[in-house]
């Protein structure tokens, strides 16, 4: 992880200061709206965020299903309402994406998305008996680190207002720099920085923690991670082809992703080693003096009926 940071850190660096001095003669060179490679993969960019957005909640939901005689009832249902929330959230963009793809209304999309997650709660069953805790961490991760990136994105998004390339009249006098924040967006012409496509498509190293849970995996993670990264690439690269941004926009967009990532796996992977403190710790005490107490009765039981 720590290389896998360090490694990233530089190439953002190199390719910020890249876009510093070259940022509007990239896309001037490369501009092509007719590109059919651009135009598939402002498609194919989308997959990533979706895919992890019905995947993680189904995930976490059978997780828990699984774990649901270690809590008490009270804490399960306050991780299920915080998940839920979470899931409404972040589903936004998700089912706004799906109601254009499929042309139905905004009403008729919403209890799709709700079957299939629980059509894939049901399929992650299998896996939430073998490795639950496993299970668990991965969709959290996922969950945890898509739902902080996405708010950083859309932060900067709304209050950089950036111009987008291919609106531009005069690129000379319109372009900006990508370090210097505008005026609030007024328009999604005006969220040019970063991209959120290249955010979405990195989501897709989310699918290089799978091998966590499922063993069959675990010999392909480095393949699962590049294949990943080679997706996230392309479509940073199919982002500026289009005209929808900067050079200096699809790097930042992937790096929030990536930190997000990182972020999140470190923070959950800490999590799981330290012992259990505060409600955690509460509760484990609980379980073991209630424990310690049904085996105190039982043998005080067989005493008196020896005696």
């Known amino acids: 992880m720590k ?9 953002t660096v190199i390719l910020l200061v890249l876009a510093t001095f070259f940022d509007l003669q990239i896309d001037e060179y490369i501009y092509n709206p007719k590109s059919s490679f651009a135009k598939i993969f402002a498609t194919l960019g989308m997959l990533p965020q979706n895919a992890l957005l019905f995947l993680a909640p189904a995930m976490a ?3 828990m299903f699984e774990k649901r005689r270690e809590v008490k009832t009270p804490v399960w249902i306050l991780i299920i309402a915080a998940l839920l929330l979470v899931t409404i959230v972040d589903f936004r963009d998700t089912a706004i994406f799906l109601q254009d793809a499929s ?3 905004y009403s008729a999309v919403i209890p799709i998305i709700c079957f299939v997650i629980f059509a894939l709660f049901l399929a992650a069953l299998p896996f939430a008996k073998k490795k639950p805790n496993e299970l668990l961490i991965t969709a959290l991760i996922g969950l945890a680190a898509f739902t902080v990136g996405y708010f950083i994105l859309q932060t900067l998004k709304t209050y950089w207002g950036r111009q987008r390339f291919f609106t531009m009249n005069d690129s000379a ?3 900006t720099k990508w ?8 328009s999604d012409n005006f969220k040019s920085f970063p991209s959120g496509h290249s955010f979405n498509a990195m989501c897709a190293v989310w699918f290089a923690l799978w091998p966590l849970f499922i063993d069959g995996l675990k010999k392909y993670t480095k393949l699962i991670f590049t294949l990943a990264l080679l997706f996230g690439f392309a479509t940073m690269a199919s982002r500026m082809i289009y005209g929808r941004h900067f050079l200096s926009d699809v790097t930042v967009g992937a790096a ?3 930190a997000s990532f990182a972020l999140a796996t470190m923070f959950f992977s800490h999590a799981r080693q330290r ?4 409600l955690h710790a509460r509760l484990c005490q609980k379980s073991r003096q209630t424990i310690g107490d ?10 008196a009926w020896n005696s």
Request: aromatic fraction near 10%; avoid cysteine.
């Open 61 to 63: 939901f059978s997780a």
């Open 275 to 278: 012992p259990p403190a505060g």
């Open 179 to 186: 370090y210097l924040p505008q005026e609030k967006s007024v």
């Open 256 to 258: 929030i992703a990536l």
């Open 3 to 11: 290389k896998l940071v360090i490694v990233s850190s530089v190439v």
């Open 103 to 105: 042309k139905l209304p």
């Open 173 to 175: 006098e319109q372009f």
């Open 294 to 303: 049904r085996v105190y009765s039982r043998e005080r039981r067989r005493q």
